[in-house]
């Protein structure tokens, strides 16, 4: 008999689930500015990234939009912005979704001629998808890190050759923003990884029993 688990019950999953409800809003809203043709886009959405950038001087947002300067060095920075419009967003989709449904549990299951109950068996069919997402999410928010720590202080040296600077307070947002987008992929990735190889090898024990019976 199956029933299923609330994700209340599944503290890794609710985590997951919460993280790609919030991603949603802050892609469509702020990252893929860039992407949108000022045309089409509403002034009330376009204000948004500049109150943004405004705040936190984002070297990255300000930088690919072209609001501290030339946006052609920010090109990779587009790239990424692309692939979380074509990839990521579904995923956020499609994750919330399959973690919603997530886990049900059976009274019983066998393996290998013993009885377990309470067995969970998961959602499988996202966990190749997540882990697929946090191992390429966690790639290229690395280098975005690396730029918000090697921006340079705002300092009168910086004022003066009009070089992009952050105070500390607005550096200490940035990375206040940008490492959960970074460690939560990064748990991401370990945990499908480890979820995927124990189906691996339960489906290679049950197939070895099958063999010896």
């Given at each position: 008999?199956?029933?299923?688990?609330?994700?209340?019950?599944?503290?890794?999953?609710?985590?997951?689930?919460?993280?790609?409800?919030?991603?949603?809003?802050?892609?469509?809203?702020?990252?893929?500015?860039?992407?949108?043709?000022?045309?089409?886009?509403?002034?009330?959405?376009?204000?948004?990234?500049?109150?943004?950038?405004?705040?936190?001087?984002?070297?990255?947002?300000?930088?690919?939009?072209?609001?501290?300067?030339?946006?052609?060095?920010?090109?990779?920075?587009?790239?990424?912005?692309?692939?979380?419009?074509?990839?990521?967003?579904?995923?956020?989709v499609l994750g919330a979704r399959g973690l919603w449904r997530g886990e049900t549990s059976l009274s019983c299951i066998c393996l290998k001629r013993q009885?377990?109950?309470?067995?969970?068996?998961?959602?499988?069919?996202?966990?190749?998808?997540?882990?697929?997402?946090?191992?390429?999410?966690?790639?290229?928010?690395?280098?975005?890190?690396?730029?918000?720590?090697?921006?340079?202080?705002?300092?009168?040296q910086t004022i003066t050759d009009r070089v992009v600077s952050v105070t500390t307070s607005q550096r200490l947002l940035l990375l206040s923003s940008y490492?959960?987008?970074?460690?939560?992929?990064?748990?991401?990735?370990?945990?499908?990884?480890?979820?995927?190889?124990?189906?691996?090898?339960?489906?290679?024990?049950?197939?070895?029993?099958?063999?010896?019976?």
């Amino acid at each position: 008999m199956y029933t299923a688990i609330p994700i209340t019950s599944r503290p890794l999953d609710l985590i997951y689930f919460a993280f790609f409800l919030v991603h949603i809003p802050a892609t469509l809203l702020i990252d893929l500015q860039a992407l949108y043709p000022p045309s089409v886009t509403p002034y009330f959405i376009r204000a948004l990234p500049q109150l943004y950038v405004q705040m936190s001087n984002d070297p990255l947002i300000g930088g690919v939009l072209g609001m501290l300067g030339d946006s052609q060095p920010f090109v990779w920075f587009k790239t990424f912005l692309a692939i979380e419009a074509l990839f990521q967003l579904p995923v956020f989709v499609l994750g919330a979704r399959g973690l919603w449904r997530g886990e049900t549990s059976l009274s019983c299951i066998c393996l290998k001629r013993q009885c377990m109950p309470n067995q969970k068996l998961d959602s499988r069919s996202i966990y190749v998808l997540l882990l697929i997402y946090g191992a390429s999410t966690t790639t290229t928010t690395l280098p975005c890190l690396s730029v918000l720590l090697t921006t340079p202080i705002t300092s009168a040296q910086t004022i003066t050759d009009r070089v992009v600077s952050v105070t500390t307070s607005q550096r200490l947002l940035l990375l206040s923003s940008y490492i959960p987008f970074f460690v939560i992929p990064l748990v991401m990735t370990i945990d499908m990884a480890s979820r995927l190889s124990k189906l691996v090898t339960t489906g290679i024990d049950a197939a070895d029993d099958k063999k010896s019976s």
